[in-house]
């Protein structure tokens, strides 16, 4: 979670002030909101950890406006000065981590869905760090290298299946799926940078013998539920009609799915 927040700031750190009020693929969402919803983020997962009347306060004031407040809390952000944001952001991830670090593991933390141990929050927060991330990359025409850390944004894609299926009111498949995905260079089948440049691990999930399958460039498939790609432009494939359904629906995160990515518009899918 620290590298990526880390490698988020050296994008953004140098960058004009001008240039933070850039468009990025995202409606109405310039590099500053990206950013300031990352520090508002942070600093709710902070609050859970930490203080959980003020986080119970912040739940209330998104029950009032659920369709908004996401959008709300960017908006505040990123109208103040780059310097200034940028300086949240980062007192805010700095916080999260050390209270992540210092939290107990089998403590269960409030979340905006069901509560999560600091292991899954510090995942959730790497996965939308790195998603946003790439709409700030995307943003300014520049390809980032995929890491092992992409495997920690796999395993909540796949571990959210049967949320993707529930927020749009479908019932879960009753089955398993197999779900094999090609590692980046250089990355082992652990999820650790094994340091050569060449090699294909797989990380896979699910039952060996499932008869659904999916299967594709790990890259692809974090685009995919972190919904920063279409699936048009991924190579993803599925085998099996609820395999194949999932991947038109598959995401990542907490919330409404959201519009999506138009096809032919993938400069992060690294193909």
Same mark, same amino acid.
């Given at each position: ?28 969402? +310039? ?33 009032? +406006? ?37 939290? +107990? ?14 292991? +899954? ?151």
């Amino acid at each position: 979670m620290r590298a990526e927040g880390e490698e988020l700031d050296r994008l953004v750190a140098g960058l004009p002030a001008a240039a933070w009020a850039g468009p990025t693929p995202a409606p109405g969402w +310039s590099i500053a909101h990206q950013i300031a919803h990352l520090a508002w983020t942070d600093r709710a997962a902070l609050l859970s950890l930490t203080d959980t009347d003020a986080f119970a306060a912040m739940v209330a004031e998104a029950v009032r +406006s659920p369709d908004s407040f996401v959008d709300d809390g960017a908006a505040e952000g990123a109208a103040l000065p780059p310097a200034e944001l940028l300086g949240r952001w980062r007192t805010a991830r700095h916080a999260l981590d050390a209270a992540l670090a210092a939290a +107990s593991p089998d403590a269960r933390f409030p979340w905006y869905g069901p509560p999560m141990k600091a292991a +899954s929050m510090a995942g959730a927060r790497l996965m939308e760090t790195w998603a946003h991330g790439q709409d700030v990359a995307d943003a300014l025409g520049v390809r980032r290298a995929p890491t092992a850390r992409l495997r920690h944004v796999a395993r909540i894609g796949v571990r959210a299946r049967d949320y993707a299926f529930s927020v749009r009111g479908l019932p879960a498949p009753a089955e398993e799926f197999r779900v094999e995905l090609t590692a980046p260079p250089g990355t082992a089948a652990d999820g650790t940078d094994d340091g050569t440049k060449g090699g294909a691990a797989v990380w896979a999930y699910g039952p060996p013998d499932a008869a659904q399958r999916v299967t594709g460039s790990a890259l692809d498939f974090c685009l995919l539920v972190t919904r920063r790609a279409h699936r048009a432009d991924l190579a993803v494939e599925a085998r099996g009609a609820d395999a194949d359904r999932w991947l038109d629906i598959a995401q990542a995160f907490a919330g409404p799915p959201g519009t999506g990515r138009e096809p032919g518009r993938a400069p992060g899918a690294g193909r």
